[in-house]
């Protein structure tokens, strides 16, 4: 998506290992004008598909999942962070691996918010290792929903998430897809459409 791309390129930071830091409109400052953009894009992208539920976690998928949630005119769930599992018996649960490996994480979703009636699809803002994204459709496989598509902000496509999810054949809409950064020049290169 050329308006994303646009502005990765003028206001990204490339960080060390591997990290695009994204703050100033996606991940801190939220630029809510650019996030109806890109809803709207995966609207198109997923015309096809029967959605009624969007799923998402906390917290940097919350502000473009809910922004999507009203184009696409369903409810949105995110996953929640959880210091410790209640085992309550009331919540689907996993645990992921945080970005940086430094530390796992569990994950909740109360049985409630998803069931075998869903047909859902996950939004995040970053996709790299595919951890996250793992996590969540273990949430959906164990309630019983159809994952219908994943749609991410930004792919790191030089990371092996984006390859492993598509050889799932789940469809996958990443609206800009870097395919190299350089930290010391600050260059990015996307990937071109037709690669995908
Ligand atoms: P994965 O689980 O695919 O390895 O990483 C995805 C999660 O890690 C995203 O939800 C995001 O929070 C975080 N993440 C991964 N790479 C980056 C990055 O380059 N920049 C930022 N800001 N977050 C990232």
């Known amino acids: ?3 994303l791309e646009e502005r990765i390129l003028k206001d990204a930071v490339i960080r060390p290992g591997n990290v695009l830091k994204v703050d100033s409109f996606l991940n801190h400052q939220m630029d809510v004008m650019l996030f109806e953009e890109m809803a709207k894009e995966w609207k198109r992208l997923f015309a096809a598909k029967h959605i009624n539920k969007i799923l998402t976690i906390e917290a940097s998928g919350i502000g473009i999942a809910a922004i999507a949630a009203r184009v696409f005119e369903v409810p949105v769930v995110f996953a929640k962070k959880a210091k410790s599992i209640n085992l309550d018996n009331n919540n689907y649960c996993t645990k992921i691996q945080s970005y940086t490996h430094v530390n796992m994480y569990d994950v909740i979703v109360s049985k409630k918010f ?3 009636e869903d047909h859902v699809l996950i939004l995040d803002d970053f996709l790299a290792n595919g951890c996250a994204l793992m996590g969540l459709l273990e949430l959906i496989e164990m309630s019983g929903a159809a994952v219908e598509g ?3 902000a930004i792919e790191k496509g030089f990371q092996k998430g984006g390859s492993e999810i598509r050889a799932k054949g789940i469809q996958l809409e990443s ?3 870097i395919e190299s950064m350089n930290a010391d020049t600050g260059e990015i290169v ?3 459409e037709k690669e995908v």
């Open 114 to 116: 998803l069931t075998r």
């Open 150 to 152: 994943i749609g991410i």
């Open 1 to 3: 998506m050329k308006l």
């Open 175 to 177: 609206l800009a897809i």
């Open 190 to 192: 996307f990937r071109k």
